[in-house]
């Protein structure tokens, strides 16, 4: 397993090089980034959750780091991340289902084999 502290520290000091040659676009994530708190109609702690869900539908370990500690500071617990994780994986497991039917389609609509 990774060492997420580091990580983070990592990938967050190359985000920094990243902002330096592009700011503009590092400015826009940001701008997003902090939109979704503006209405105040979820708290911290649930915008965390969601975000540590996403980040693993998404595979970003990048994520992982930054919103784990971020739930962890909101006063998530682990039974509420694992809780959240449960959504992720339900959700990853439900769109290979949908894909595996969209697969058997596209098989049903080749032309018969002589």
Not at 49 to 71: K, N, P
Not at 90 to 105: C, E, H, P, T
Request: aromatic share 4%.
């Amino acid at each position: 397993m990774l060492d997420w502290n580091q990580f983070r520290s990592d990938i967050l000091g190359r985000i920094g090089d990243f902002g330096k040659l592009a700011p503009e676009v590092l400015k826009g994530v940001l701008t997003i980034d902090r939109a979704g708190s503006k209405t105040q109609r979820l708290d911290e702690k649930t915008r965390e959750l969601i975000s540590l869900a996403c980040a693993v539908t998404t595979r970003c370990d990048g994520c992982i780091s930054v919103h784990a500690e971020a739930a962890v500071k909101a006063g998530a617990s682990e039974e509420e991340i694992a809780e959240a994780l449960g959504v992720a994986i339900n959700l990853n497991a439900g769109a290979a289902l949908v894909f595996s039917a969209r697969v058997l389609d596209a098989v049903r609509k080749l032309p018969a084999q002589a």
